[in-house]
Nanobody, 123 residues
Framework: VHLVESGGGSVQPGGSLRLSCAAP????????IGWIRQVPGKEREGVSC????????YYSDAVKGRFTISRDNDRRTVYLQMNALKPDDTAVYYC?????????????????RGQGTQVTVST
């Protein structure tokens, strides 16, 4: 599964970014998609997950109420809208997929993930 993230960047605390995860040539509606993030020296962290139809979503406690995951299967893209960003959100963000029609596994168990996009939140 080939996934491509975009939309990362540098913002001040309180700012917003929208990450995109494109899946060219993939029947994206066959896959639950997760967003995970990693800081060097720390364990990979699961951030959010969305089911194949978008009806079911999951957020970690760290981002609940600030991040919103969505998908447009016609455009083969999953989004992560990140608002009220904090310095602790600084990380490389990856979108990831597992087996078709499966929910997101633990962050280290995804079959496929993209190359990542850097998000930096600082003054």
């Amino acid at each position: 599964v080939h996934l491509v993230e975009s939309g990362g960047g540098s913002v001040q605390p309180g700012g917003s970014l929208r990450l995109s995860c494109a899946a060219p040539g993939l029947y994206l509606d066959h896959y639950g998609i997760g967003w995970i993030r990693q800081v060097p020296g720390k364990e990979r962290e699961g951030v959010s997950c969305i089911s194949t139809t978008g009806e079911i979503t999951y957020y970690s406690d760290a981002v609940k109420g600030r991040f919103t995951i969505s998908r447009d299967n016609d455009r083969r893209t999953v989004y992560l809208q990140m608002n009220a960003l904090k310095p602790d959100d600084t990380a490389v963000y990856y979108c990831a997929a597992n087996d078709p029609f499966s929910w997101c596994p633990s962050p280290k168990d995804f079959n496929s993930r993209g190359q990542g996009t850097q998000v930096t939140v600082s003054t």
